[in-house]
């Protein structure tokens, strides 16, 4: 398993992901989770887990308490349903991210809903801000002795099929400009997105779509300090350093990219296309 450096590009392949589960379950993951521990790989920045699942018909996750955490999860395809603690639920399906913010503290379970297979994307990120709790101390968020807490938040974004860019998830303070993208489901990491890139295949004669040049070239994506990026679909290649002199690299389904300080170029989509997740994060993990 690779790990993350200081610097440079670190490029993990689909195989090369820790895998766990359970009957019905199928998972990998991206860093240190579960029976699974290295020192070396427990986060990327402020980003702390990255898991593919796949969940059978009537599989899922028995319910489990969060805190301080902030979890995406974004549907590649079937149907998944969540339940939490606050009262939330519903069916999450390709196209939607959700957003839930643990706060100080919150149960959910999650299911698949259909009779296919319903495979996800679920992201970690360390908050950074929290909103002061309902004081008293009978309330079940009411702060306590090791927390900052704060309320349980729920959020959602869907995103058109024909859309090739949107922000699905953002702090309050992006460094892009005043307050959080249009659209975009509220973060507690002040300076973190959460960015969908797409690009449809080429077409059948080998030439790009009406005023797409090609190669399919990525320049809507963005720049920070740590940028993590996972391939969701198709194939994305790029020049990087990842040890051995600059090469240009494929990255298929699986594959993920973890680029410090933008020490990457021309990244551009294959000619079947490429659906990108990439996180944007200008600061580290908060310690202590």
């Not at 002795?145 to 995103?159: E, K, Q, S």
């Not at 963005?222 to 679909?233: I, K, M």
Request: net charge negative; hydrophobic share 35%; glycine share 12%.
């Amino acid at each position: 398993m690779t790990v993350p450096v200081p610097t440079g590009v670190v490029l993990t392949r689909a195989e090369q992901r820790y895998t766990g589960g359970e009957p019905g379950i199928e998972s990998r993951y991206a860093f240190s989770f579960g029976d699974h521990y290295d020192p070396r790989n427990i986060h990327f920045g402020p980003l702390l887990a990255v898991n593919e699942e796949r969940l059978e018909p009537g599989a899922g996750f028995a319910p489990h308490r969060h805190r301080d955490t902030e979890i995406v999860t974004w549907v590649l395809e079937g149907a998944l349903e969540h339940r939490d603690s606050e009262g939330n639920q519903g069916v999450l399906r390709p196209g939607t991210a959700q957003v839930m913010s643990a706060g100080a503290g919150v149960e959910h379970t999650e299911r698949n809903a259909g009779p296919t297979p319903v495979r996800f994307v679920q992201t970690w990120l360390q908050p950074d801000a929290w909103e002061p709790p309902p004081a008293g101390a009978d309330h079940p968020h009411a702060p306590g002795p090791d927390a900052p807490g704060g309320v349980p938040r729920y959020a959602r974004r869907t995103v058109p099929p024909e859309l090739r860019h949107a922000v699905l998830a953002a702090g309050p303070e992006p460094p892009a400009g005043p307050g959080p993208p249009s659209g975009a489901a509220p973060l507690r990491r002040r300076d973190a997105e959460l960015h969908l890139v797409r690009r449809a295949a080429l077409d059948t004669d080998g030439a790009s779509e009406p005023g797409e040049p090609g190669p399919q070239e990525l320049t809507e994506l963005p720049r920070a300090p740590f940028l993590y990026v996972h391939v969701v679909r198709g194939e994305l290649r790029c020049a990087a350093d990842t040890g051995r002199g600059e090469t240009d690299h494929r990255l298929l389904p699986g594959d993920a990219l973890r680029v410090r300080d933008n020490a990457w170029a021309r990244p551009r989509a294959g000619e079947h296309g490429v659906e990108l997740l990439v996180w944007a994060m200008h600061s580290d993990l908060r310690r202590g």
